[in-house]
């Protein structure tokens, strides 16, 4: 059974910096597309980045492109996400997600996703 455990949100202020990391225990191999969701009050989820687990070249929604940094420790089971330059925003519920089947591309369908971490939250002061 996999198991998805975030950590590292906080309150920073605006143009900061913020390192969240998912721990991702049951799986077996690399070749699973990691991602991290938010969610802010009142919205829906929405993607932010994905990857495969193993690495590789990653995707990321047009609104965090250029700020945001997400990479895996394969050999650790580890996703993270580097969060720069951070605006109000960005303020949510950050989740980390997985997915039980292998496909040839990684991708933010959230309906996709079988595995939810429990969240993180991040909150951005302006």
């Known amino acids: 059974q996999v198991q998805l455990v975030e950590s590292g949100g906080d309150s920073v202020q605006a143009g900061g910096s913020l390192r969240l990391s998912c721990t991702a225990s049951g799986y077996t191999g690399s070749r699973y597309c990691m991602a991290w969701f938010r969610q802010a009050p009142g919205k829906e989820r929405e993607g932010v980045a994905t990857?495969?687990?193993?690495?590789?070249?990653?995707y990321y929604a047009d609104s965090v492109k250029g700020r945001f940094t997400i990479s895996t420790d394969n050999a650790k089971k580890i996703l993270y996400l580097q969060m720069d330059s951070l605006k109000p925003e960005d303020t949510a519920m950050y989740y980390c997600a997985g997915r039980a089947r292998w496909v040839h591309i990684c991708d933010l369908d959230r309906t996709e996703y079988n595995y939810w971490g429990q969240g993180t939250q991040v909150t951005v002061s302006s």
């Open positions: 990857i495969y687990l193993g690495g590789g070249t990653p």
